[in-house]
């Protein structure tokens, strides 16, 4: 199974190098969405340990870092710098702690990625902000992420650290492998049991951002719940059937900790059934229904795309940038559903990686500029109050967004990938 990640990982990064994108300004806060920017890309995952502290553990990726022998041992190496100030809002910036620190990082072959710990001190707040910055001090490469915690009493997933069972390893997604055991484990190394519930994943994707009318609220299908003993405030989760996960240590709280399993190929997007669902942003309902209805799907998707831009080698090229931006959006935005399902997704495999982001306490602000003729395309996704997920934002539609959202489509189907 390591395998299989580290394939997917590999896959994912060679896309970027084919990456097509508009020329952009150099943005830290939007760097994160953008796997073809000079920066590192850096994965978090914060555990509320105890009553009193936290763990952040992070994730770099090898193939991002600089390693130099320009040290007295003469040992391939790099050298990492990390920052991190505690804030108690976005909006005042009213630091709580602050501290930096540098490890070095030996070269070992056949590594991809290093994980390590911060140990961070709770503070009697409901939500406050870790704004965290990783350097690499030989290639200058930078990193600037904002972690959001909640601190309140509601069994959220921060209370939750699932580990790869064999190496006791963090998982840093919400995405897990089929008979892949994992160890869950809970802040509380008292509780006895654990509730496991599991749903049904078929939902819709994202509507346009000009249907002010949608709700937004989507209903879990339960299709089982189990009761699992745990041992020291743990136990082994290790399932067979595809879907949604739910895992409580708290039965009488809403929350707890989300895993899902779309396909073990995920995050890519490799089944034609699945490519055809990717496409439906683009699609008509009948053109949509009949790609489904194909015998061969695969021909049917690649006779869209050559129909698009009656050219063979366009065709290869325009297919492999908008599939290349699903799997990127299962990679970062996957929540209770697909990553290109949700608002985020949506917004990004039509308009690609924003030119810059403005971090708030509970939303994201994606900002789009054309140069040319001095305009800029906002949109703003918040944190709905009652998510399961912490990474699920909700689109603030507006009707005003149809005519960008029309000339995005056109461009599209008409062979070319859409600039602002």
């Not at 707040?125 to 959001?148: C, E, G, Q, T, W």
């Amino acid at each position: 199974m390591k395998k299989l990640y580290t394939i997917i990982l590999a896959a994912l990064l060679i896309t970027a190098s084919c990456y097509t994108q508009k020329p952009r300004r150099t943005k830290t806060n939007a760097s994160k969405y953008n796997p073809a920017s000079f920066v590192l890309h850096p994965q978090f995952k914060l555990f509320h340990e105890s009553d009193t502290y936290s763990k952040l553990y992070f994730k770099l990726f090898t193939k991002e870092l600089l390693y130099s022998r320009a040290n007295e041992k003469r040992e391939h190496q790099a050298r990492i710098k990390i920052k991190y100030q505690i804030l108690e809002s976005l909006r005042n910036h009213n630091i709580l702690d602050s501290a930096q620190s540098t490890i070095t990082v030996k070269h070992t072959e056949n590594q991809t990625s290093i994980i390590s710990f911060l140990k961070l001190k709770r503070y009697d707040l409901p939500h406050y902000i870790i704004n965290i910055k990783i350097i690499d001090l030989y290639a200058n490469k930078k990193s600037h992420s904002f972690v959001r915690v909640d601190n309140t009493k509601n069994n959220n997933e921060q209370n939750y650290l699932s580990l790869k069972s064999r190496n006791k390893k963090p998982i840093f997604t919400e995405y897990f492998q089929l008979n892949d055991p994992l160890t869950i484990r809970y802040k509380n190394p008292a509780v006895k049991k654990f509730t496991i519930s599991h749903f049904n994943s078929d939902f819709p994707e994202a509507d346009k951002p000009s249907n002010t009318t949608q709700t937004n609220i989507s209903t879990l299908s339960r299709v089982s719940s189990k009761t699992v003993q745990a041992e020291k405030g743990e136990i082994i989760f290790k399932e067979n059937k595809k879907g949604i996960y739910l895992i409580k240590a708290d039965t009488m709280k809403q929350k707890g900790m989300l895993k899902v399993n779309f396909d073990n190929s995920y995050p890519l997007i490799t089944k034609s059934q699945d490519l055809i669902e990717a496409t439906k942003y683009l699609l008509t309902d009948e053109e949509y229904a009949r790609m489904k209805q194909s015998d061969n799907k695969k021909l049917s998707i690649d006779n869209f795309w050559l129909q698009a831009t009656q050219n063979k080698e366009r065709a290869r090229e325009i297919l492999k940038i908008w599939y290349n931006r699903a799997s990127y959006s299962n990679y970062f935005f996957t929540s209770y559903k697909e990553g290109w399902k949700t608002d985020r997704g949506m917004i990004y495999m039509v308009y690609g990686p924003p030119d810059d982001i403005n971090n708030f306490d509970d939303a994201e602000k994606w900002i789009y500029l054309n140069t040319k003729e001095d305009k800029k395309l906002e949109f703003i996704f918040v944190i709905p109050e009652q998510t399961i997920s912490g990474n699920d934002f909700v689109l603030l539609r507006k009707t005003d967004y149809l005519n960008s959202w029309n000339r995005a489509i056109k461009s599209w189907r008409a062979g070319t990938v859409y600039r602002y």
